[in-house]
């Protein structure tokens, strides 16, 4: 043993320690790739003729003896692939005839000797996947024969410098260490030996000089993925042998150099050209020469124009290439090989990747002729790329552009333009182009009323904002963007002048928006319905007095307000359907960055106006009956449940509110959440649903998701150009071809067919009571409608202002629609109070919603566009005061009374005082003057002590309505509206009303559900004489005399059999309803 002069036992499946005897004549020592475990004897490394000690890819442990300081001869120290801990031998550099140093791969930290730059003909050193950290010596300098050099997944500062005197390096990777500073502009000018250059993940910063790797003649691989670097691309890349060029992740900038069309095929070879995530911008024609392309990934950049088509890359997309960190590891085992016959990295997997084509993710206006119309043969690129994968739009070019100019615009326009010419035809232009809506109890009127107050002002903004986005530079070449997108925020360069322009005419936006709400405000119908119910209760208690009665009544109706467990259900139960209401958001954006493949359905969920087809009907079918389930929930109340007036009133009221939080995440709050979570251009979570896609770009380190991927500039342009023809399309639809349905709808021979229909069908029909309810039911859905179309119009309007241009053009049409419908569809004078109960307007979500939607938009906006701290202050300190005050009101403060609602109370006000005694009947019906509400009891006397301080100009003379001036105008146009409608039931076939005055089957007034068991006589009576005056509120009682009896079967025809009960208003609940139809009105109730 003490003569052995070498060991050679590599790979020989050894286990064991090392021997810890001193061989002072060993020269060799060869075990590598065994199962030797323990420490190494210091008594080992004492051998001064000891020239290599290869003991890598063992399971040796512990510390480098010092004594390696005296092994004056060793050249070749390999100890990678260990478990050795502790830091390098201070002076180690005393071994100056080190060759190769491999140390990789172990937990050694410490800092790197400065003694090492006494080896001055070190070829190669490795300390990468280690501890070690610090700054380089400058006197590392010496090491002019080094080929090799590897500090990847270091902590150690490099200065890059020093690789200007290394002229025979040949690999260096430098990726993920602690190397930082500035790019040097001459640090590869000696470099000429240089085959692979990993930089990736370094923290340096500076641009790229124009000739930094002209002098790489022998470079095939580039890699500076990852860092800070910016500038533009160079025009020369030095040598023949270039096929791999990663520039991924970085803050590249300029557009393709035009010197590439030239050298890209006649000098270069480029088979990996990969410029992910940059903001590289313009054509890219000029790789339309590189013929030898098998993966060319651009994606997240702003690319424009006609996409390359790589006709001549026949190999695009196919096979596959090699890792660059494993082909740089080859080498490097070749260079050390040459000079030991041995290679270190023999073991090293050749990892390679599937060939790769993404061109058009994350490029939004990068456009392919490739289309439906004409057929057009795709081109290799469109064939191979990972997100289209040959896939073909209807146009070539801008086809979303061409698509809703082409068809979407002429077919809403000209369906309205169609619809409104029949209809008007039919029943005159008048009630059309003059409309009249200030008698309507319409909810949806009234909002159109108060909208047309601001739609100037807004569309004074949106010109504005409009007009400031087509004036701002663009990051796109005017001749190839998305000319309707250039009026959003797309395009524009966020400069100092636009930021705080726009933030201006925002600021504005959002006051104006306050304006509204504080508008709105006053439409509190909540408390006026209780109003009106409590009023009502009062007219009877006057009446009558069954106190007995109204006791077993309220005894009856149950805690109105919820419990608490439910309150928390009906809450919890928001965030699943939330969920399922953007799932259409959720699937168009995913359609844009996953990989198609042969799946139909990205390709059908990718399509804007399919898209905008699914909302429509979600918002029309679908999120009403989720806001009565939930409403169930909330109430407790099920199909055999009675409810009251104003229990109603509150269930209407919850329904409204969950409909307009489910209709304003579908438009406003999905869209934007599932761009910023799952689009390539924000934080890319789409990867999780493509694991081969991902498994690429997380080998390539450009797989990165949540916060590390996030990059400003990039997801509000993306979600703007990705939603723009999707919201236009919604408000266009809103305001062209939903008013037209509306009107087709209301058209005579519409709903003769309707009725024709149901006779065939044998559809149950709930007469005058199933009609209110039906109408109840449509004009909420309308008035969700309205409000999430405002929501729309005001709060994405900060990145498409196009949309408050149209704000005018909505007003106008959806007023002269209402009022058509308003003036050809007659109400009775109940069905007009029932609207006023059963259509229930959010009197808080809205303006939460619109204001606080505002906001977040305008912070996502201002943080990403990187806005100064001046504008936004500006915006957030003007219209944040405002809007704060405006909530607090609409919540807190006490409102005035509506108009219409406070109309109807002064009409039914108390006359002089009259006498209890019996008043003469009249045999003519039409002319009743007795009115139930003209008592002698001061029944409201708070109500209308406010009331009567009213000002004129709050109740508008209108004399064919219910808005009127005086208590006599109020009784004279409730007189009318009774004898219109006993007039038209008298000339119907069912004769409905007559039927209802029958006896035992009278309800009482606006649903009060009371039994008149405990009424006397004498009271029954008087109450009856009075009572023939409510003809348009059904007020009856179970006692009714012979002789009135009778001259109603002389002045009403015999009601059939079969026919239902019910009163005028639509609200009642039957004192003592009648078995055979009880369960089918209470369905009808209830189906709100």
């Not at 490029?363 to 073909?392: C, F, H, M, Y």
């Not at 999430?788 to 909505?810: G, I």
């Not at 035992?1000 to 009424?1015: F, T």
Request: glycine fraction near 6%.
């Amino acid at each position: 043993m003490p003569s052995l002069t070498e060991l050679r036992l590599a790979a020989s499946s050894l286990s064991g320690t090392l021997p810890s005897m001193v061989l002072r004549n060993l020269n060799i020592l060869h075990v590598e790739e065994n199962f030797i475990s323990g420490t190494i004897d210091p008594a080992l490394m004492s051998s001064t003729r000891l020239t290599n000690f290869y003991v890598a890819r063992n399971r040796i442990s512990g510390t480098i003896p010092s004594t390696l300081s005296s092994l004056t001869s060793l050249q070749g120290l390999w100890l990678l692939k260990n478990r050795l801990s502790g830091t390098l031998p201070a002076d180690i550099g005393e071994c100056s005839t080190l060759l190769v140093i491999l140390v990789g791969s172990t937990s050694i930290s410490g800092t790197l000797p400065a003694s090492l730059s006494s080896a001055e003909d070190l070829g190669g050193l490795d300390i990468g996947n280690t501890r070690i950290s610090g700054t380089s010596s400058p006197e590392f300098r010496k090491w002019s024969t080094i080929e090799y050099f590897n500090v990847m997944s270091t902590s150690i500062d490099l200065d890059l410098e020093l690789i200007t005197s290394w002229p025979r390096i040949h690999v260096l990777l430098l990726q993920h260490s602690g190397i930082s500073g500035t790019l040097p502009a001459d640090v590869f000018s000696r470099a000429t030996s240089l085959q692979v250059l990993l930089m990736d993940g370094l923290q340096v910063s500076g641009t790229i000089a124009p000739g930094l790797f002209a002098n790489l003649t022998a470079i095939h691989t580039i890699s500076l993925s990852e860092t800070r670097i910016s500038g533009t691309l160079p025009a020369v890349f030095g040598g023949h042998n270039l096929t791999n060029v990663l520039f991924n992740n970085m803050e590249l900038s300029g557009t393709l150099p035009v010197a590439w069309e030239a050298t890209i095929e006649a000098v270069w070879n480029l088979k990996v050209l990969s410029f992910v995530r940059n903001r590289l911008e313009g054509r890219t024609e000029v790789l339309t020469g590189s013929t030898s392309l098998t993966t060319l990934m651009i994606s997240g950049n702003f690319f424009s124009c006609e996409a390359v088509t790589l006709d001549g890359a026949t190999n695009l997309g196919k096979g596959h290439f090699e890792d660059p960190t494993s082909r740089a590891l080859n080498i490097a085992g070749a260079l050390v090989q040459r000079n030991d016959g041995r290679n270190p990295f023999e073991d090293v997997e050749n990892k390679t990747f599937r060939s790769t084509v993404m061109l058009f993710g994350g490029n939004p206006e990068l456009t392919t002729d490739a289309s439906v119309l004409p057929d057009n043969p795709a081109s290799n690129a469109l064939k191979a790329d990972r997100i289209r994968q040959g896939q073909r739009r209807l146009f070539s070019g801008e086809s979303d552009l061409k698509e809703f100019v082409y068809i979407y615009l002429p077919l809403v326009v000209g369906f309205w333009s169609i619809t409104v010419a029949v209809s008007c035809t039919e029943r005159g232009w008048g009630s059309y182009l003059f409309p009249d809506l200030t008698s309507s109890p319409d909810l949806c009127a009234r909002l159109l009323l108060l909208t047309r107050m601001c739609k100037r002002a807004f569309a004074v903004c949106g010109i504005a904002l409009t007009a400031l986005c087509l004036c701002t530079p663009k990051i796109y070449p005017s001749a190839c963007s998305d000319h309707l997108i250039k009026t959003s925020i797309a395009y524009v360069e966020a400069g100092t002048a636009f930021q705080w322009t726009y933030a201006i005419l925002s600021c504005g936006v959002s006051l104006i928006a306050t304006w509204l709400v504080a508008l709105l405000s006053k439409m509190r119908y909540a408390k006026e319905a209780v109003c009106v119910q409590e009023c009502l209760d009062e007219v009877v208690l006057s009446l009558s007095k069954p106190k007995a009665a109204i006791h077993v009544w309220r005894s009856k109706l149950g805690p109105i307000k919820p419990s608490l467990a439910r309150r928390l259900v009906f809450l919890a139960l928001h965030v699943p359907m939330m969920v399922l209401v953007s799932l259409p958001a959720v699937g168009y954006v995913l359609a844009r960055n996953v990989p198609a493949g042969k799946n139909i359905l990205y390709d059908l969920i990718g399509n804007t106006f399919l898209v905008v087809f699914v909302k429509l009907l979600v918002a029309s079918f679908g999120i009403p009956r989720l806001a009565v389930l939930l409403s169930r929930v909330k109430f407790g109340w099920d199909k055999t449940s009675k409810i009251d007036p104003e229990l109603a009133m509150r269930v209407q009221k919850s329904q409204v509110g969950s409909s307009l939080l489910f209709a304003s995440t579908s438009s406003l709050f999905a869209p934007m959440l599932a761009v910023f979570l799952l689009d390539e251009a924000c934080l890319r979570y789409y990867l999780s649903f493509t694991p081969g896609l991902h498994e690429l770009m997380t080998s390539w380190d450009i797989g990165q998701q949540g916060t590390d991927a996030y990059r400003h500039g990039f997801c509000v342009r993306r979600l703007t150009s990705e939603y723009f023809y999707v919201w236009l399309t919604l408000v266009l639809a809103a305001t062209f071809a939903l008013p037209a349905i509306e009107m087709i709808e209301s058209h005579p021979r519409v709903e003769a067919l309707w009725r024709q229909i149901q006779v065939w069908g044998n559809i149950p029909c709930e007469g005058c009571y199933g009609d209110t309810l039906e109408r109840c039911a449509s004009q909420q859905v309308k008035l969700v409608g309205l409000l999430t179309t405002l929501l729309t119009m005001v709060t994405m309007s900060v990145f498409v202002p196009l949309l408050l241009v149209l704000a005018p053009l909505f007003c106008w049409i959806q007023i002269r629609t209402y009022s058509y419908q308003f003036r050809h569809n007659e109400l009775s004078f109940g069905q007009r109070v029932a609207m006023r109960v059963l259509v229930q307007q959010p009197p808080y979500w809205f303006p939460c919603i619109l204001l606080v939607a505002l906001w977040c938009v305008m912070v996502f906006v201002m943080v990403d566009l990187s806005f100064d701290a001046g504008p936004m202050v500006v915006f957030f300190g003007i219209s944040l005061p405002f809007a704060i005050v405006t909530i607090a009101s609409a919540k807190f403060f006490p409102v005035q009374l509506d108009r219409t609602v406070a109309s109807i109370l002064q009409a039914f006000g108390p006359e002089t005082e009259e006498t209890d005694s019996e008043q003469p009947v009249d045999d003519d019906p039409v002319g009743v003057t007795i009115n139930p509400m003209a008592l002698k009891e001061d029944w409201a006397p708070t109500k209308f002590q406010f009331l009567s301080g009213l000002k004129s100009k709050h109740l508008p003379s209108n004399s064919g309505g219910l808005e009127v001036n005086t208590i006599q105008q109020g009784k004279q146009a409730v007189k009318n509206e009774e004898t219109r409608f006993r007039n038209k039931s008298r000339e119907s076939q069912n004769r409905q009303f007559w039927a209802d005055m029958s006896e035992k089957e009278a309800k009482s007034p606006a649903g009060l559900g009371l039994a008149s068991d405990s009424v006397s006589e004498e009271d029954s009576q008087r109450m009856r004489r009075k009572a023939r005056g409510a003809v348009g509120f059904g007020l009856g009682f179970d006692t009714v005399s012979e002789r009135d009896a009778r001259r109603m079967r002389r002045k009403a025809p015999e009601r059939p059999r079969h026919q239902t009960n019910t009163s005028a208003t639509g609200l009642g609940l039957d004192r003592q309803p009648h078995k055979q139809r009880a369960k089918g009105r209470d369905d009808a109730v209830l189906s709100l």
